[in-house]
């Protein structure tokens, strides 16, 4: 449940992000993580009269967090007819979040792949091969960084 709950917040957050009102996610995030924080003490060790629930109660938690963050950012939006969006908007938006994500994985797959390389020939380096020529050095290191600045 709270999968659904954090992912529409996500969602609902993501566009008004995108359509200039950071301020308004911002508090609402900050407000999700100090209730995370407080439920967790209450129902994790059974603070304020609630029964221990230990790891039940860290669910039970992000569930509730995650819940009211999603409520009170559909009562902003039902508040504030300023900030409702048309369908065009949110699929602008989405197509330009999505396009993001997608440039953020394809960084996240070059940049593991120039460490690995890095790793890769600092080890054969390190081994002081002598079957390893300089230009097989050369060739290694030159996709290494090539893969690192993609």
């Known amino acids: 449940m709270s999968y659904v709950f954090s992912g529409a917040l996500q969602v609902l957050q993501g566009v008004l992000k995108n359509c200039g009102y950071v301020g308004k996610c911002t508090m609402v995030s900050v407000v999700v993580a100090c209730l995370n924080?407080?439920?967790?003490?209450?129902?994790?060790?059974?603070?304020?009269?609630?029964?221990?629930l230990e790891i039940a109660g860290a669910a039970l938690a992000t569930v509730l967090a995650n819940g009211i963050g999603l409520v009170i950012t559909v009562c902003m939006l039902h508040r504030k007819k300023n900030l409702w969006i048309s369908l065009a908007d949110i699929k602008c938006k989405a197509a330009n979040s999505i396009a993001n994500i997608t440039k953020n994985l394809l960084v996240c797959v070059c940049t593991g792949f120039g460490y690995g390389g890095s790793i890769i020939v600092g080890n054969l380096l390190g081994e002081e091969n002598p079957c390893l020529n300089m230009e097989k050095r050369l060739q290694l290191e030159i996709m290494c960084g090539w893969a690192e600045i993609q």
């Not at 924080?37 to 221990?52: D, E, K, Q, T």
């Open 37 to 52: 924080i407080g439920l967790n003490a209450m129902f994790i060790y059974g603070y304020l009269g609630f029964p221990r």
